[in-house]
């Protein structure tokens, strides 16, 4: 095994790994430190899953399997770059593109009848969502902007759009009915097993066996009315009209891979209401699911032009919807995947509550965030900066993040413990004594859902609070809600631990929508705070504060202090991706930043000099701070547009930074000699390169694939400057 796994993912991040990977082999192999791949992408985890459909030379060993039982290791230094967390036209887009390269694939079942459907469903719904995080993450998340990088972002302040009080943008959520309201929990006090059953007038149907849980576990339950919901939107809807705002929705629907393209076809058919009543029959015979989105309904329904006419009508007679791109018609419910809440409400709020309208201009929207449980973030959010206008990156402080997501902690680790309910009743949750746990009365398409936390990732969570909270000395707040149920199991932990470590002084423990308030307070001072939340607000908050202080949320520094020792370096998130590789196809421009990697890097390196006594690393990784200052310094970070540097030209200014910084340092002299060549040649060397590198740019490039690009193609495009890969190899 290497010293250091770079993963192999999707779109924008992988593309700069074809440039930027070389780099780091070449200089890493000077310390004697050896930097392998595993593939994690979606193409790879589709071809690892059906070995029996493939050639024997087309075959793909499982390496996110692999890489699950590394993290559980002491030796783990893993560099983890943002992956596709596939919703379902996602993964069937992907399949199609392999099969197409030549892979027997069978196509993705849209409705299972015989058993080898449902089997080959099975394993395609195994892939998609949020399939590596919870492998992969064996520890809890230390989430902060690294200094120079925070330094940077307040010299050069990014342009904020200007909030008013009179703003309509408002967030919208159930009053009931929803996951919050129905929600209960327990700590189970000795090991066991438990079993989910739905008990209706028929007799008793078993959803899910064997769940083994130790003790200590927070067992939650909870579910969400259809009938609620449907009310909520149709309601929301008019609303929208009345007010003259977009119509937004806001959800997860790659994490909850189960529950949330439910809730989001429930918005399709609610939207076409009419269209559904007058041909819902005609559809289904075509094929349309509304949990696939109105871009795969159209598609299917194209031909029929009296079911044409009535969507063109309707969506007429609907309020406008907030756009994902006005100029393609590509509207916030075309893809579940294309509006993902962490980043589509930061950049909302980011441009003053504003959202592209389908006649491509901004206007006030309606969020809608259907479940209360976290939408009071968004909704304090929104109220603080109407109060007080746009906040100035400039002067603001900063929002750490100590997240709980261990060993799939809490939501994002409740897909197979998720169902839509097929006939009424009472579902229950059984322990192996005999113990009804939970009991909920469902109807009919109700989704029930129930989600754990181990107690030893949450000991370490709060353990890794209080380790950050002294290194930094700051505001530290625990997001606890002590009136919801989950919520209120994780503060019996929380001060005991707090009080035997003689630290509860320096905590405070909020419902998320005071401790919104009081972190922007926090900030808005010149202030730090740590917030230390659960695993789904810290998906959202290591976005929503990024992209307001720093623009970007990619440029996060993401620690995952594993919990059997050894470490996961996170690069930042990969929501604007699919655009970067569009653009890059298109013009040969990519516009996406590695600083999210430069900093895992350096992470990576130090963290290996510490576990494995190596100083060569540890001078290399000090190194890479140097060279990442050096890219803030100079300004050479990507521009967005076609013909100024992009992200290959950054790599370029990286390596010779980093050469530079190598060959000053006074530490290691035969590194200094080593780099003193490489730093000369790549100075000379500039004029050629930077020219190389603009040449390439303009024209269409050819990648082979999107999902699955063709390596040497990539390659071609990725390093255009044959006089930079003369030095580097």
Same mark, same amino acid.
């Given at each position: ?605 130090? /963290?290996?000099?510490?576990? #494995?006594?190596? +100083? ?6 000090? @190194?890479?701070? =140097? !060279?990442? *200052? &050096? ?43 080593? /780099?003193?060549?490489?730093? #000369?040649?790549? +100075? ?6 930077? @020219?190389?590198? =603009? !040449?390439? *740019? &303009? ?31």
């Amino acid at each position: 095994m290497s010293d250091i796994i770079y993963t192999k993912v999707d779109e924008a991040p992988e593309l700069a790994s074809a440039s930027f990977l070389p780099i780091i082999q070449k200089f890493a192999a000077a310390a004697g430190v050896s930097v392998g791949t595993k593939d994690i992408s979606l193409a790879g985890r589709i071809l690892a899953t059906f070995p029996e459909h493939l050639s024997e030379a087309q075959q793909q060993s499982d390496d996110l399997a692999e890489l699950g039982r590394l993290v559980k290791t002491p030796d783990a230094n893993v560099i983890k770059l943002p992956n596709i967390s596939a919703s379902v036209p996602q993964l069937v887009a992907a399949i199609k593109e392999l099969q197409s390269q030549g892979f027997a694939l069978p196509d993705y079942p849209e409705a299972p009848q015989t058993d080898a459907e449902k089997a080959i469903r099975a394993k395609y719904d195994g892939i998609k969502g949020s399939a590596v995080n919870p492998v992969l993450r064996e520890g809890n998340s230390d989430r902060r902007a690294a200094k120079a990088v925070k330094s940077f972002a307040q010299n050069n302040p990014h342009r904020m759009g200007d909030w008013t009080a009179d703003s309509q943008t408002e967030v919208s959520s159930m009053s009931g009915g929803d996951f919050f309201s129905n929600e209960v929990s327990a700590t189970l006090s000795k090991d066991s097993t438990a079993k989910i059953v739905l008990e209706t007038a028929a007799g008793e149907t078993v959803l899910k066996d064997g769940i083994a849980y130790p003790a200590g576990t927070v067992v939650d339950a909870t579910f969400m009315s259809a009938a609620a919901l449907k009310a909520f939107l149709a309601s929301e809807i008019e609303k929208t009209k009345a007010a003259g705002t977009l119509f937004s929705l806001h959800m997860k629907a790659t994490m909850m891979k189960v529950s949330d393209p439910i809730i989001f076809g429930h918005a399709v058919k609610a939207f076409l209401a009419p269209v559904f009543d007058a041909h819902g029959d005609k559809m289904a015979e075509l094929g349309v699911n509304p949990n696939s989105g109105l871009g795969d309904l159209l598609a299917r329904v194209e031909g029929d032009a009296a079911i044409m006419a009535d969507i063109e009508a309707c969506m007429a007679a609907r309020p406008p919807m907030y756009m994902v791109d006005s100029d393609k018609g590509i509207t916030n419910l075309h893809v579940s995947s294309d509006v993902i809440i962490d980043a589509s409400m930061p950049a909302l709020i980011r441009a003053g509550g504003k959202g592209w309208g389908p006649d491509g201009k901004e206007a006030d929207t309606n969020c809608v965030i259907p479940d209360n449980s976290y939408a009071p973030v968004y909704d304090e959010t929104i109220k603080f900066f109407k109060e007080n206008g746009k906040m100035n990156p400039a002067t603001a402080g900063t929002v750490q993040n100590i997240g709980l997501m261990a060993q799939k902690a809490e939501e994002y680790g409740s897909h197979p413990t998720t169902f839509e309910i097929p006939e009424a009743g009472t579902v229950k949750m059984i322990l192996d004594d005999g113990t009804v746990l939970h009991s909920h009365a469902v109807e009919v398409g109700d989704i029930w859902r129930s989600a754990s936390a181990r107690k030893a990732p949450i000991e370490d969570w709060v353990n890794l609070a209080i380790d950050r909270q002294k290194a930094e000395g700051c505001r530290a707040i625990f997001w606890l809600d002590a009136n919801r149920a989950h919520d209120a199991e994780l503060i019996a932990y929380v001060k005991p631990i707090l009080e035997a470590k003689g630290v509860a002084n320096k905590f405070e423990i909020m419902a998320p929508r005071e401790a919104t308030r009081a972190s922007f307070e926090t900030i808005t001072e010149g202030k730090n705070t740590i917030a230390i939340t659960g695993n789904v607000l810290r998906d959202y908050l290591t976005d929503l504060f990024p992209i307001l202080e720093l623009a970007t949320s990619a440029k996060m520094l993401s620690i995952v202090k594993l919990m059997n020792g050894g470490g996961l370096f996170e690069t930042g998130a990969g929501g604007s991706a699919p655009k970067h590789v569009q653009q890059l196809v298109e013009e040969n421009h990519l516009r996406w930043d590695s600083l999210g990697e430069f900093c895992a890097l350096g992470e990576s390196l130090t /963290f290996l000099a510490d576990s #494995k006594g190596n +100083a060569k690393a540890r001078v290399l990784g000090q @190194a890479v701070d =140097a !060279a990442t *200052q &050096g890219i803030l310094d100079h300004g050479r970070s990507p521009s967005r547009k076609v013909g100024e540097p992009d992200n290959r030209d950054s790599h370029y200014w990286f390596a010779r930074y980093w050469a530079e910084a190598l060959a000053a340092q006074s530490d290691d002299a035969d590194l200094a000699a080593h /780099f003193a060549p490489i730093a #000369k040649a790549l +100075a000379e060397g500039e004029d050629q390169i930077v @020219a190389e590198l =603009a !040449a390439a *740019q &303009g024209s269409p490039a050819d990648l082979g694939g999107y999902f699955r690009t063709d390596a040497a193609k990539t390659a071609a495009v990725m390093r255009s400057s044959a006089t930079l890969n003369s030095i580097i190899g």
